[in-house]
């Protein structure tokens, strides 16, 4: 059955789904576009602040009616439009704020953001997360950003996402690290058309419908800029900490400057400023060039009060490998590249007590 025709059938199937007041909720205003991959199935359900409760019987039957239609595709379906609970909570010992709940398994969760695409923030966050694997941590990779999955070409993972019996998804494991990205759902040249609801409750499964196991670390690749999924992310979830990647060039720098106020509006911690593509060293000559500048962010980070982490160059090997889902950290470990990552890896790991590590 074709994608169009699932989701048509879908549509049909939740007619016979009533919902609070009278009605159903095909006709429903509130019921989102109705998305089909090869693997899953999800749309959202949006409600006035106060309704989640009454719309939860609601949800439960359009599970149910949506899996008799779709097969063995998992079902995400989400309320969106609701207040989180103000209910306090402990994980790993940490008082959780109001209105986020821990992710089962993980003590730690660092994100990599940048203000811009482009600029290696999906290169340096696979590479990060093995260097802290390489710390003696276990650490997983989700990557967040939806709309454009870097994470299965950089980790080379072939194949869908395994998705349970009980509708919880086993990740793929790459290099050691347990790994979840849209991506793999998806096939080739696929977009994800999304509306931000769909989005964010994609990423809210995506996180918590994953059987991370025990992880000492769970590193987020965030999408580029500042929307909906960051917001979504911060408020729902404990993030320890967000690491921003740069180029050293003011037109990327005006941008990872907007990411980070985004962070700190949110009360989001910063762990510090990376400095992707920060030179070139010509092969044959030795000859460093600025390509894009020299020094813009470590100077940014000193003019924001923030870490610089450190300055990764711009070298043909790290495109290759990326490419070829061979990352630095695994093809050559104790080279230059993956010293470098390995000093980022170890700059963010002490701004946290040693106990919590």
């Known amino acids: 059955m074709a994608d169009t025709e699932l989701a048509a059938a879908i549509k049909t199937a939740l007619a016979a789904v009533e919902i609070p007041g009278g009605g159903d909720l095909a006709s429903y205003a509130g019921l989102s576009e109705i998305i089909v991959t090869p693997s899953a199935v999800a749309f959202a359900i949006a409600v006035a602040p106060g309704m989640e409760a009454a719309f939860g019987p609601a949800r439960e039957a359009a599970q149910l009616a949506a899996q008799s239609a779709a097969g063995t595709r998992k079902i995400m379906v989400s ?127 995506l996180l918590r419908e994953t059987d991370w196991g025990d992880l000492d670390v769970l590193v987020i690749d965030l999408p580029p800029g500042t929307g909906d999924i960051h917001i979504s992310l911060f408020q ?82 790290i495109r290759e490998g990326s490419d070829a889902g061979t990352p630095p950290m695994a093809s050559a470990p104790d080279g230059p590249e993956a010293q470098a990552y390995r000093a980022i890896a170890q700059r963010v790991l002490a701004q946290f007590p040693a106990e919590t590590r």
Do not use: C
């Open 79 to 205: 309320l969106t439009g609701g207040k989180a609970s103000a209910a306090p909570s402990f994980s790993h010992g940490k008082p959780v704020p109001p209105g986020k709940t821990p992710v089962p398994g993980i003590k730690r969760i660092i994100a990599v953001g940048s203000g811009k695409g482009g600029v290696g923030k999906s290169t340096t966050a696979v590479n990060v997360a093995l260097a802290l694997q390489a710390q003696g941590l276990s650490v997983g990779v989700l990557d967040a950003d939806l709309y454009g999955p870097s994470i299965p070409k950089l980790l080379a993972l072939e194949g869908q996402t395994a998705l349970r019996e009980d509708g919880i998804f086993a990740p793929h494991e790459a290099l050691g690290l347990k790994i979840m990205s849209i991506g793999s759902m998806l096939t080739k040249d696929q977009a994800v058309v999304w509306r931000g609801p769909m989005a964010t409750s994609a990423l809210r499964q």
């Open 236 to 317: 729902q979830a404990v993030v320890d900490g967000v690491v921003i990647v740069s180029t050293p060039q003011d037109l990327a720098l005006i941008d990872a400057r907007k990411a980070i106020d985004m962070l700190r509006r949110l009360n989001v911690p910063l762990l510090g400023l990376v400095e992707n593509m920060s030179y070139f060293i010509a092969p044959d000559t030795g000859t460093r060039y600025d390509i894009f500048g020299s020094g813009g962010a470590e100077q940014a980070a000193a003019d924001l009060d923030m870490d610089f982490l450190g300055a990764i160059p711009l070298v043909m090997s």
